[in-house]
């Protein structure tokens, strides 16, 4: 059974930063892309960014120039730096893989990371 585990959320002011975790089991590495992707309570779940298996990324447009994404296949682990944090950002935070479509996941949705972003 594949399961994740995102750590790292937390109270921060705004322009501030967070580095977000996501432990993955070993066969849920077998999925050729990772992403984190942010839920607002009432509101669909969205995706954030992802990476390939070949370490290409994408951001949608509300976070590039201010998050990164990174993995590490050795620790099974995917990252979410980020930075210059705004209130709009604050979301349960979650990740997970996919094969083409980055709406059909591969794995059961973990428990997420709550990132709140307030003065």
């Known amino acids: 059974q594949v399961q994740l585990a995102e750590s790292g959320g937390g109270l921060v002011q705004p322009g501030g930063s967070l580095r977000l975790s996501c432990a993955a089991s070993g066969s849920m590495f077998s999925a050729p892309n990772m992403a984190w992707y942010r839920q607002v309570p009432g509101n669909q779940r969205e995706l954030v960014a992802f990476?390939?298996?070949?370490?290409?990324?994408f951001y949608a447009d509300s976070v590039k120039g201010r998050f990164t994404i990174s993995r590490d296949n050795a620790k099974n682990t995917v990252y979410l730096q980020m930075s210059s944090l705004k209130p709009e950002d604050s979301a349960v935070y979650y990740c997970?893989?996919?094969?083409?479509?980055?709406?059909?996941?591969?794995?059961?949705w973990g428990q997420g990371t709550q990132v709140t972003v307030s003065s």
């Open positions: 990476i390939s298996s070949g370490s290409s990324k």
């Open positions: 997970n893989g996919y094969v083409r479509n980055p709406y059909e996941v591969v794995a059961d």
